[in-house]
């Protein structure tokens, strides 16, 4: 899926990946799409629950190398 933005927060602890996604996503336009590169071993859980608190749509979260990857749809 093409995405509209990229943010890499690898190396980032909690909430650091969190609080810059949020940021990046009240950048954007309803709609768009954000793709979010991370390595804290919390973040499958924490972006989870981002995206139920915020009502932004985790569209997709993969793992590879030790490497989380997220898109977000903005509300």
Not at 11 to 39: D, H, N, W, Y
Not at 69 to 74: D, H, S, T, Y
Request: hydrophobic share 45%; aromatic share 8%; with cysteine.
């Amino acid at each position: 899926m093409q995405a509209d933005r990229e943010l890499d927060v690898k190396g980032l602890s909690c909430p650091l990946p969190i609080l810059r996604t949020k940021k990046t996503l009240a950048e954007m336009a309803s709609g768009q799409i954000l793709r979010v590169f991370a390595t804290d071993a919390h973040a499958a859980k924490d972006f989870q629950a981002f995206a139920r608190q915020t009502g932004n749509e985790l569209l997709s979260s993969v793992e590879a190398d030790s490497v989380f990857e997220f898109l977000f749809k903005r509300k």
